[in-house]
């Protein structure tokens, strides 16, 4: 049995679900945050297994771009983990909490 | 429909390597969905990862796959447990979704992966692969992605070490915290 | 890479060195320490700009770069990206050095470091003491690394970057409106320059894609010989059109025009003198004012006959301009500013009249005695307590007398007193106007074009006479404001720079070689150039107007005498007679002009402002004097184009909003108003309870709609990602059955 480019396309299917599913059932935002690099690393999966399988290039001229971009989405990941890291970190300090549930100041009143 | 990964002989070890990958990485993204203690799902998230940047080494990604390690599992899945231990009194404390909203959720996950799937197989079976992945050995797969990050990928890749260094100047503004609240 | 350029790069790089050193330490380093590593570090970069001008002048004759032999030029791939028709490959960076290059970096390190040297005194218990360092480390950096700069992307960069930190310190004291508000206009002004110069800069980059200067100067150097209608074919077999290349020299040389200060956008210099003394002395002065002259300079083998004349007129209008203004100002400082304008004019004129030497000899003898003149005006200001303004300074030269002497000598240097360094650069600049006269006159030419030669020289008398005016308010006479006089006082700190530089003014710049280190820059970029087109004799530095090129007996006019007297051109014996009959009328008319001028000032100041007030009180030159005071109302006249414009566009729309739209609404309000009078008593007995019934179902949706907008982002997500999927399961649906 070979292993073709559907069933990376399968797994990454269910690896956004699974991401997407953790965005909408988790409370704490750090959750959420785990449930984006989730959705992120099935992209990924996609981006490499299309390179491999479509569009592979020549033994003599490879092609990368679907690596290039993985690589780019992880260096923006880890960004964006970051950022929103010193957000929750910022959120914390002032509501010592970091349920989303509770971020919820700018609601309208009453 | 499906193309050989490798020279014949190898398929099935590989076959085996897919599934065990894919189940490592599959299993530990359920765990991740239906745990409730935060520290248990990055830990599952860890798992995840790593069973990714196994497939990566499957599709002849090595580097991308060493990047995955160190940076996703090395270094964005530890500063998120910093993160944990930083806003929690109890690192095991727990917010329970309601009933209606884990009816809702897994409906979404369900219709959303049926569809996909199916979609999927309708998509394989009208257009097979045309092009058969690179086979036999990459010597200098790395070389060549120096050699695109740097050339025609130049522009992108300053771009990215700027934003790297905006994100860190803002994070750290960030998580300063500042002192006058009360 | 070559030793001197290798020197030169490190010269560049050292002021750098000092503000990343003075940003993250400047302030733990305390008030005189940080001031000392500033210097220090300035003065390492004058050690190695001089030691690269001692290795450049002394270069063997059999290798490829020194001076009068040939540029060093070296370039860099920078970003690998095919940017032009013509060029492809990558964008590059570069440098050039010449002997031009070499003799601004000595210039601008050794006034760089004695401004750093005298800030020390100056800005003495100064809040922000190291910020200030801080700012001078990166201004020299980015002057030196325009100077250095081999493409015109590199000089765009730092060109502007020397803009900001004019802003930067024009603004320092920026608690003060009037500074912040100087630093603004600057800004503006500068920015108004600089778009031409992106423009310029645009049309040339269309054509030519990122080139080199001598790539610049050999595929363009025909420019000059142009006439109207005629275009260069390019390398690539495209052509530049005459119309083309001098829209994009009038660009270039527009962005010249708000970083020298010429006339259209000149208003901000006055202003900039709310700056530290030092700053001016470095900035307004001797450096980045003047860097438009060199940016010009370095083009002036693309600038066409039309572009030239108009460099020429604005020139002269500046000149002309900054010397008649500058007569009239009482606040010491102002009177520098006007008096730096005017000499910019020189420059610019110089550069017009195709004197290529004249303008960068000049150039250079101006920066040490204007610097000199502003670091003197400065020590006075510090002495006095801030105290600018002429009318209560006066008799100062008991208190200070080594700043009296210091600018006393920068006076008779600026006034063109024969041994001084001013004198042979500005009577260079003269005769080249004036040989540019006689040739105009023997092509048939109208007598207008005297003007470009009249003009100057009655500005030469016009200068000798403010400067001294300024000298003897300031200094001689009785003190006007006792308490004043009393407190001065000079220090070390302030007269060792002036002393220095009033060395550097009083060695005649004849002997110390600057003005055959510029012709020698002449000479290797035409090597270079030849070197390049293969042979071919490059005229593009020596190429005059109003004479109709390209027949070589005609395009060989005054500019020649810049060229290398080894290398003769068929015509030069005519061009010769020019120049000489052009000194003699030099000598005639304005040789004089120092000592008239300055006797003339002294006799009329010697008692204060008694004469002046006496003559105030004839009403013409009284209404003269305030035209002159207010430097031909052309701040108000600005105002009134452009802020008032504007301001009254503004309050039409005002008007037009209170009375017509308000108007209208105010009718309709009322007519409404009347109307529900009449309905509502209708209502109140009618439709009441149909109303209730509809105003309490209207409340039911409002309440049912906010429910969902509870502020929980999980809501929010849900909805979004619930729609998306169904809409995925939908599409996925229908395109399968």
Redesign the interface.
């Known amino acids: ?11 990454a ?19 959420i ?3 984006v ?2 959705v992120l ?1 099935a992209a ?2 996609n981006l ?2 299309f ?9 003599a001229h ?1 092609l ?1 771009t679907g ?2 971009f ?3 989405i ?6 964006e ?3 929103a ?6 959120f ?3 509501f010592s909490t ?4 509770r ?6 009143q009453g | 429909m499906n193309l050989p990964l490798a020279i014949s002989e190898t398929a099935t070890a590989t076959a085996v390597l897919f599934y065990a990958l894919a189940l490592m990485c599959a299993g530990s993204a359920v765990v991740v969905v239906v745990s409730r203690n935060i520290v248990r799902t990055a830990v599952a998230l860890m798992f995840s990862l790593v069973g990714v940047a196994g497939l990566y080494f499957l599709l002849n990604a090595e580097f991308l796959a060493a990047v995955q390690l160190v940076v996703y599992a090395g270094g964005t899945l530890i500063l998120m447990i910093f993160g944990v231990m930083l806003t929690s009194r109890s690192p095991t404390s727990r917010f329970e979704p309601s009933k209606s909203e884990v009816v809702v959720a897994v409906s979404i996950g369900v219709v959303l992966m049926v569809s996909l799937t199916a979609a999927l197989l309708h998509w394989t079976r009208r257009n097979p692969p045309q092009s058969a992945p690179l086979t036999g050995e990459h010597p200098y797969a790395v070389a060549e992605l120096g050699k695109a990050l740097l050339g025609d990928y130049l522009v992108p890749f300053e771009l990215a070490s700027v934003l790297l260094l905006s994100v860190m100047i803002g994070a750290a503004y960030l998580a300063k915290g500042r002192r006058d609240l009360p | 890479m070559p030793t001197p350029a290798l020197l030169l790069l490190i010269a560049t790089l050292l002021p750098l060195a000092s503000f990343l050193l003075l940003t993250f330490v400047g302030k733990r380093m305390g008030e005189p320490l940080a001031g000392y590593v500033g210097t220090f570090l300035s003065g390492g970069s004058m050690v190695l700009s001089l030691a690269a001008l001692a290795m450049w002048l002394n270069a063997s004759p059999g290798a490829d770069y020194g001076a009068g032999i040939g540029p060093i030029v070296q370039t860099f791939a920078w970003l690998p990206a095919g940017l032009s028709a013509t060029t492809s490959g990558s964008l590059e960076v570069g440098i050039y050095i010449d002997s031009l290059t070499i003799a601004l970096f000595s210039t601008i390190t050794l006034v760089a470091t004695l401004v750093h040297f005298f800030s020390v005194g100056y800005m003495a218990d100064d809040e922000r003491f190291a910020r200030f360092f801080t700012y001078l480390g990166l201004f020299c950096f980015c002057m030196l690394a325009l100077i250095i700069a081999g493409t015109l992307v590199q000089m765009f960069v730092f060109w502007e970057l020397v803009g900001l930190c004019s802003y930067l310190l024009i603004g320092f004291w920026y608690e003060r409106k009037s500074a912040s508000n100087a630093a603004i206009k600057a800004f503006i002004m500068n920015r108004i320059g600089d778009a031409g110069f992106l423009i310029g800069f645009g049309i040339l980059f269309y054509h030519l894609g990122n080139a080199t200067l001598p790539q610049i100067w050999v595929s363009l150097g025909r420019a000059g010989m142009l006439t109207s209608g005629e275009g260069l074919v390019l390398a690539g077999g495209t052509t530049f059109s005459y119309a083309s290349l001098t829209a994009m020299g009038l660009c270039l040389f527009l962005g010249a025009v708000g970083k020298s200060a010429q006339v259209p956008l000149h208003t901000w210099l006055a202003d900039a003198m709310e700056g530290p003394s030092p700053v001016s002395a470095l900035i307004h002065s001797a450096t980045m004012v003047a860097a438009g002259v060199y940016f010009v300079a370095r083009l002036f083998p693309v600038l066409t006959i039309d572009v030239k004349f108009v460099i020429a007129i604005v020139g002269v209008t500046t000149l002309t301009i900054g010397a008649l203004v500058a007569v009239v100002q009482t606040d010491i400082k102002r009177v520098l500013a006007y008096s730096t304008m005017s000499q910019l004019g020189y420059m610019m004129l110089a550069i017009g009249v195709g004197s290529w030497v004249g303008a960068l000899f000049h150039l250079v003898t101006h920066a040490f005695f204007k610097s000199m003149l502003f670091l003197s005006a400065g020590s006075v200001i510090h002495a006095t307590h801030h105290e600018q303004d002429m009318r209560r300074l006066g008799g100062l030269y008991k208190r200070l007398p080594i700043t009296a002497l210091t600018f006393g000598v920068g006076v008779l240097a600026i006034a063109g007193t024969p041994l001084l360094g001013g004198y042979y650069s500005k009577s260079m600049i003269l005769t080249h106007a004036a040989a540019f006269g006689l040739t105009a006159e023997a092509a048939g030419r109208s007598s207008g074009y005297w003007l470009l030669f009249i003009l100057p020289a009655v500005m030469a008398y016009v200068t000798a006479f403010y400067m001294a005016r300024c000298w003897m308010l300031t200094f001689a006479g009785r003190p006007r404001d006792q308490k004043i006089h009393e407190e001065a006082e000079e220090s070390w700190v302030m007269y060792t720079p002036l002393l220095a530089l009033m060395v550097m003014t009083v060695m005649p710049s004849r002997y110390i070689g600057v003005e055959d280190l510029v012709t020698r820059s002449v000479k290797e970029a035409q090597r270079h150039c030849e070197s390049i087109a293969g042979g071919q004799p490059y005229r593009g530095f020596t190429t005059m107007w109003p004479v109709t090129p390209p027949t070589e007996a005609k395009s060989l006019t005054a500019g020649d005498v810049n060229s290398m007297p080894d290398i003769e051109p068929p015509a030069v014996t005519a061009t010769v007679g020019v120049i000489e009959q052009a000194t003699r009328i030099e000598h005639r008319w304005a040789f004089w002009a120092f000592a008239i001028g300055i006797l003339l000032a002294a006799a009329m100041y010697l008692r204060g402002f008694a004469i002046a007030d006496g003559l105030m009180r004839i009403a013409p030159l009284r209404w003269f004097h305030t035209v002159l005071l207010r430097a031909f109302f052309i701040d108000e006249l600005y105002n009134a184009l452009f802020a008032r414009t504007t301001r009254a566009a503004s309050t039409i729309i005002g008007l037009f909003d209170q009375y017509v739209v308000d108007g209208v609404v105010n009718a309709v309000a009322f007519v409404t108003k009347q109307l529900a009078t009449l309905a509502g008593i209708t209502d109140r007995y009618v439709v009441d309870g149909v109303v209730t019934t509809t105003a309490a179902f209207a409340q039911d949706i409002g309440a049912a709609v906010r429910t969902p907008q509870t502020g929980r982002i999980r809501v929010y997500v849900t909805a979004l990602v619930l729609v998306s999927v169904l809409a995925v399961a939908v599409t996925v649906f229908v395109m399968m059955f």
């Open positions: 049995m070979t292993i073709g480019l559907t069933h990376f396309l399968v797994l299917a269910f690896l956004f679900v699974c991401g997407l599913m953790t965005i909408l059932l988790k409370r704490n935002a750090i959750g945050l785990m449930g690099e989730l690393n990924n999966v490499v297994a390179n491999y399988y479509q569009h592979p290039g020549s033994a490879p990368l690596q290039i993985a690589i780019f992880i260096v923006l990941a880890a960004a983990a970051a950022v890291l010193a957000i929750f970190l910022s914390y300090n002032s970091i349920d989303v549930e971020a919820n100041e700018m609601r309208e």
